[in-house]
DNA sequence: TACAAAAGTGGAACCGGTTCCACTCCGGAT
DNA sequence: ATCCGGAGTGGAACCGGTTCCACTTTTGTA
């Protein structure tokens, strides 16, 4: 176990000073004699020298590093936008410390402290919705907070990156109303959560556009964590008079809420239309194939790491931004007109 | 954007010196007077006083920090391993620096540097297969190793922890030849890797306790990468004496497997018995539910930590540890028994 | 009561980079 | 011939912790 060499090693074996070598490390921190520069190079690469994180760090006031804070990676969503964002991160130059929650604003605080320990320049992240003054302590501090997929509204000066929930919402349950379906069942998040509100909103509107009156049994906000999703579709099922149609749009709740479709023997689309929001393949290889709203996970995430990337090089104009990016109605075959038949 | 306060505030406004501070920051440093631990502590508390990591680092040569490096987080068991790492992680104060690999040598030795820089004390991975050299310069330089899943034979000196991969294909091979099937197929990962070879040999001495000949073209070891999956059950299918089981042992190319198999209208189990090699959740939601053998993430994300956090602490003997955890085999209801029927 | 051992404390060096600044050259303009 | 400005260089301070060591104050024991 031998030691790396450091800058002063590389210096003494060019024969020149550890500015001229730092001053080759960093162009246009300074001039070097392009003979020198050479020399320089050549010895960095003959003793395998790289420069410590941490030196240049501790004198930088900052890394180059991102924090990534999301649930966890259990759900295929945040899996997959973990993955692109660590992508793009990569081709700038920039590592990802990453973090989970549970959902929980006590391992959120505590992610948040230690990000702060590690002077991260940004930090990409779905907010559990608690904390709001150490997000505000955050950004004072100078960390670059970027939210993705959900808002706290009371952090006015956040960028945020989201689909668009509102219309999505709206899109999946006018193509229910239009296929005749009256009793519509929707799982959504939290509405503690701007997602779950912005759902239920877009929900909300379609119905009044078609004029029709909103059951409040059917409207249903359960926690992202544990088998809410499936208690909430039995109970549905349950009900003196059950939906006809049920669209699930907590990510984290699909899975149980297919699951206890599946085991409760009911017919898709035939006694119930589904749909669901998704970033799972699955969906396509299940019988019938479910029609998803797809989330466009690329486009979440490259829009939130440009976000940090723009703050931390002081690129982009003051004030919050907030971009919204549109979701695809997948139709496939989960859903059918109602007939008479179909109610059970 | 004021900020943040270092040691040297702590100790002028505690009136005490950076070593003292510095002493109630790490318990066991040397000794302190209860009382000015006290006021220290309290003082710690009235700044908000937090010490850089960075700082630490460089003093200390090494960070609380371990690599994650794997080949990409849309394959969902790399999703859940490295949520079940990152948890493992957080409870014992070390964070996880994420890079993936997407299965490209050059991408994986620009991870290492990279990690090699950050002074990481630790790296979890699941390599490539190449890069040797830059493996055993990073055990060199004093970083922990430990493979998980997959191992480098050359290296004979990294921690590996793995599933019974010969095991676990002997078993399911086993298995459909329990229930009358001759033409077995196999889908794995390429002979490069160790994991390919061993479930190639799994299944070949399955046949021999069965006194079964082996049919080479029934193998395929397809990469990783790509739709190679689904390509080569297309083109087993399209032999003139087509298989009648498969077990597809790749686990990155299960899903582009099960979608040739689902868009290709095979009846399962009635035309092919199918077994995979799985970590998703969804199999069970399939229609027939997919009997799959369930690689145990929890285990192998716990041993891999243990291992790497044990040599940090310098608690574990010398010598490279191998650990194998056991994978059930679940059957479902995708493998039936041949009949004179299911040759088609 | 004396004296060694242990507890408690602060000064200063160190980790490995970056950066400011003073200094030496040199060529070109006056 | 003189002066000025910029290229090129190295010394040294600095970032914020840890740690060694010398020193003073207790404590315990003979």
New interface residues.
């Given amino acids: 176990?031998?030691?790396?060499p450091t800058i002063r090693d590389v210096a003494a074996t060019a024969g020149v000073s550890v500015s001229v070598v730092s001053r080759v490390l960093n162009p246009d921190s300074g001039p070097v004699a392009p003979a020198k520069r050479q020399e320089v190079l050549r010895v960095i690469d003959e003793l395998g020298y790289?420069?410590?994180?941490?030196?240049r760090?501790?004198s930088a006031g900052h890394?180059l590093?991102i924090g990534?804070v999301v649930t966890?990676?259990?759900n295929?969503f945040f899996?997959?936008l973990?993955?692109r964002i660590?992508?793009e991160a990569?081709g700038h130059g920039v590592?990802?410390?990453?973090?989970?929650t549970q959902e929980d604003p006590h391992?959120e605080a505590?992610?948040l402290?230690?990000l702060?320990?590690?002077?991260v320049s940004g930090v990409i992240a779905t907010p559990t919705g608690r904390n709001i003054e150490k997000w505000a302590r955050l950004q004072?501090?100078?960390v670059n907070v970027v939210f993705v997929d959900r808002t706290i509204e009371e952090l006015a000066d956040v960028d945020v990156v989201s689909i668009e929930n509102f219309d999505s919402a709206r899109r999946s349950t006018e193509y229910l109303i239009g296929l005749g379906h009256t009793r519509i069942a929707l799982v959504t998040g939290p509405r503690s959560t701007s997602t779950g509100r912005s759902r239920i909103s877009g929900y909300r509107a379609a119905h009044e556009d078609a004029s029709l009156a909103v059951d409040p049994l059917l409207i249903r906000d359960v926690p992202f964590r544990g088998d809410s999703g499936g208690d909430a579709v039995g109970s549905l099922l349950a009900m003196s008079q059950p939906p006809t149609g049920l669209i699930v749009a907590n990510t984290a709740q699909v899975?149980s809420s297919?699951?206890r479709l599946?085991q409760g023997g009911i017919k898709i689309p035939e006694e119930l239309s589904l749909i669901v929001f998704d970033d799972?393949?699955?969906t396509?290889?299940?019988?019938p194939p479910l029609s998803v709203i797809r989330q466009p996970l690329d486009m979440l995430a490259v829009h939130s790491l440009e976000l940090v990337l723009g703050r931390m090089q002081g690129k982009l104009p003051d004030g919050p931004r907030l971009i919204e990016v549109k979701a695809d109605f997948l139709p496939r075959n989960s859903c059918a007109p109602l007939t008479q038949t179909a109610i059970h």
């Fill in positions: 176990m031998k030691k790396a790289r420069p410590r994180a941490a030196a760090e501790l890394a590093t990534l966890d990676l259990s295929p899996a997959r973990a993955d660590v992508w990569r590592q990802v410390v990453l973090m989970t391992l505590d992610s402290d230690t702060l320990d590690r002077s004072d501090l100078g899975q297919v699951r599946v799972n393949p699955w396509e290889l299940m019988s």
